[in-house]
């Protein structure tokens, strides 16, 4: 079994901050890609940032600047700040891990948390 458990999400007005944190967990071999995506209300699920090992990171235009993505063994963070209410979102961490038990790579997703920005 493979787990990523996402936390941190919470309501924070605008111009406030916030850092969301995602721990890979269970039979696994290595990590490769980690990243950061969301899914505003009624909208479909967008990048937002990702870091990959040895290649550095990338970003949604819409957060750079603003968002910080980094990365501690399996553990990736997410910095927020300057938060617009237009980042209001579930926001969900995916991996790109090999298993113990695998030969190749496969995607998987936490259950997200939710960021909203309102006063």
């Known amino acids: 079994q493979v787990h990523l458990v996402e936390s941190g999400g919470d309501l924070v007005q605008p111009g406030g901050s916030l850092k969301l944190s995602c721990t890979a967990s269970g039979s696994i071999f290595s990590i490769n890609v980690m990243g950061w995506y969301r899914q505003p209300p009624g909208k479909q699920r967008e990048l937002v940032a990702t870091i990959i090992r040895g290649a550095g990171t990338d970003y949604a235009d819409s957060v750079k600047g603003r968002f910080t993505i980094s990365r501690a063994g399996g553990t990736v963070y997410l910095e927020m700040n300057s938060l617009k209410p237009e980042d209001t979102a579930m926001y969900y961490c995916?991996?790109?891990?090999?298993?113990?038990?695998?030969?190749?790579?496969?995607?998987?997703w936490g259950q997200g948390t939710q960021v909203t920005v309102s006063s």
């Open positions: 995916s991996a790109r891990i090999r298993p113990i038990w695998a030969t190749g790579w496969t995607d998987y």
